[in-house]
């Protein structure tokens, strides 16, 4: 079991992994909350009734400046350089485990990126308080093992948040849990908020 994250730690993902961390897979998980509303609300909100939840998980590549230089979301599920891929996009939340991944190798990423910033939107419009068990966690690709897991379960009116950064700091790669909540359908409305983070 992977370090527990409280909301603004920063870790060292190489110290935790024990070194010769080369590949990751950043994991999004929740499920649609046990609500006697939920069924009138997900009616309500494009959800169709049927209590299921869309949670998409996005990869953003920024440089030391705090460009944008690429974004893996579920309309582009590879970067352009190749080192950073999205399994897919996962509707419902419904399952054990992962609902989404995106797999980095950190080999790959090229040296003119300085930060990965994971975000979470709610695509369909519900917002937290709809949502229940969701988490994000980093795992090593190479042995499965659990580096790093934050819960994202603070219910709210929120829809979006900033899960967490991955970035490069003298030589080793780093995780900051960020967590922190805004609003927007994909990862474009949240950039103003990510900002200050880079």
């Known amino acids: 079991m992977g370090i527990s994250l409280q909301k603004g730690q920063k870790i060292s ?7 010769g961390l ?9 499920d ?3 609500t ?8 309500m909100f494009g959800g169709g009734g049927d209590d299921s939840i869309d949670l998409d998980a996005s990869c953003l590549m920024f440089d030391e400046q705090g460009n944008l230089l690429d974004a893996v ?7 352009k350089d190749g ?13 054990e485990g992962d609902d989404e ?34 988490f994000c966690r980093i795992v090593n690709a190479a042995d499965k093992a659990e580096i790093a897991r934050y819960d994202l379960s603070c219910q709210g009116t929120h829809n979006a948040m900033i899960m967490a950064k991955v970035y490069r700091h003298n030589g080793e790669w780093k995780m900051h849990a960020i967590g922190e909540v805004g ?6 409305q949240l950039l103003p908020q990510i900002q200050p983070h880079i």
């Open 83 to 95: 080192s950073i891929m999205h399994t897919g996009d996962n509707r419902t939340g419904e399952g």
């Open 183 to 188: 609003q927007g359908r994909t990862f474009e």
């Open 101 to 134: 991944q995106i797999i980095v190798d950190l080999s790959k990423v090229p040296a003119g990126v300085k930060s990965l910033v994971f975000t979470v939107n709610n695509y369909t419009g519900q917002d937290f308080s709809q949502v229940a068990n969701a």
């Open 32 to 34: 649609a909350a046990q």
């Open 73 to 79: 979301w579920f309309r582009q599920l590879h970067s």
């Open 22 to 30: 080369t590949r990751i897979v950043m994991g999004l998980g929740w």
């Open 13 to 19: 993902l190489d110290k935790e992994a024990g070194g």
């Open 36 to 43: 006697k509303k939920s069924g009138f609300l997900g009616g």
